[in-house]
């Protein structure tokens, strides 16, 4: 427990932005910050180079989804191990009692390496997205004008507001993805064992669906009771990266894209408060 | 947190994750709303993974691609090694690979053409090398393999059509093997009638209908479907692939065939 007493004090947000600056610049520094989003960035670019690879789709479809691809696996990893480092670091490095001993709150706390690794995410997404942007743009002026042997050919038009709905989707999935490390992490005793879980985490959010799927339709209460349990507790995290959201940005794709935020932006408060209330109890 | 009773503090750690579980899962039946239309909409536009289908089959590399969001890269490779057992004639192989690369990325339209073609076009000769070859069989077994095939390859393409919906070059992929493989003109008619309904469909689809009526004896009905897509077509000079002067051509032909009266034959710009 804190040396000073916070039952009185009240929850601040000006110290939650003080600790998030703080969380932000530190994890920024990090080398796992700049790896991730110079591999990221340097594997878009290089897509264009790999547009030889593709054999189903259209040249630029191959450089979005491999973009998008980039995006969300570098995305995963960053978001796991800034979030395990900001706050497992302090508590094995023992410097979250210097912090706690000033009139801080726990949930204070956990609030600021929430928004500073959030921020921290969310920088990596926007360069991401904007090297992807610019890779578009660049294959866009290679193509070759398409051939009218149809009344209508499709056009080969560029997902451009597409990319930007979906990078700022993935920014929001890793969000959540931070809450629920913060989770882990508020009990999690090694860093070690924190990430483990938290990929652990992801794959299981990446197929809630199967879950879902056998609740829904499996054979016996087992199978059924077991996949509604894990359908229900975890997100699905194949939402904030389909296609019907990328391809096109029209009233109905951005009313679905506002949906599955508002869903993600939901279940991250969930996790926020679950991940306050764990720490609140945790023995430092 | 204050709406969280502070008795709880006290209770074990087993009570407090069962409290936890609880919160999760009353956040997971209220934000079922939310879920389930965007869920709908996923599907119905990009079919979730397969993984039953994958299950076992890749290796743990192609897994964590497919969890990162490198799916169309996976498919990508996917498509390689059907190719390269496509190409060591593996029939087994062949299959197995493009029943892979559906269930991986069934959005390309080309891995669904190109992989029909394999099993419709293909495949039948490599079973019948396998069965002693085509010299050492009665025609009935041979026919009998070629036919089988080709109703493969149509269930393949058809199975195309939940991800895309009356796509015109799976229509004429269907059309083709119709007319190729099972000598079922009509069914082909019907399946380039189809395609050339839709907007994005080449010009050929509608005079190759026109055409597969004119052969099974139907000259009136090809007749005035010509006349109907005639005003339709932009200029030859226009668009060279609309061929609008060779579908003149032909209804003129077909008038002559049927000795239409000159007041009952077709006038461009006339309606």
Known sequence: MSAVGTGSLRFSPHRVVVLASHAFLDAVRQRVFQFTTLLAAVLVV????LRELDFGGAELKFVADFGHGALVLFGSVLTIVTTVQLLGGELENRTVLPVLARPVRRSEFICGKFFGAWAVVLVFCAAVTAVLLGALWLGAQALPPPLADAPQVPAAAVPYAGVLVGGALQGVKFGLLVAMVLLVGSYARSNLFAQATGFLVLVICHLQYLA??????????LERFGGGLIGLVFPNFQLFGGEYLTAGTDGAALALGGRVALYGLAYTAVFLALAVWSFRRREI | MRLIPTGIRSLPALTRAGAMLGVLVAAGLALRPLEAPAWAAQVRQQPALEWRCLEGAMGQGFSLGLLGGFRALAADLLWLRANASWERNDLSGTQAALRLVGAVDPRPVAFWLNGARMIGYDLPYWRIEALGGEAALPATVVRHVHEEQARAAIAHLEKAFAHHPDHPLLHIEIANLLLQKLDDRSGAAERYRLASLQPTAPFYAARVHAELLRQLGRERDAYDWLVALHPTLPPERAN?????????????????KLALAPADRYQPGRE
């Open chain 1, 46 to 49: 290089g897509s264009l180079g």
């Open chain 1, 212 to 221: 879902r799927d056998a609740w829904q339709t499996g054979h016996g209460w």
């Open chain 2, 240 to 256: 060279p692939h609309a061929m609008a002067d060779t579908v003149l051509a032909r209804i003129r032909e077909l008038e002559e």
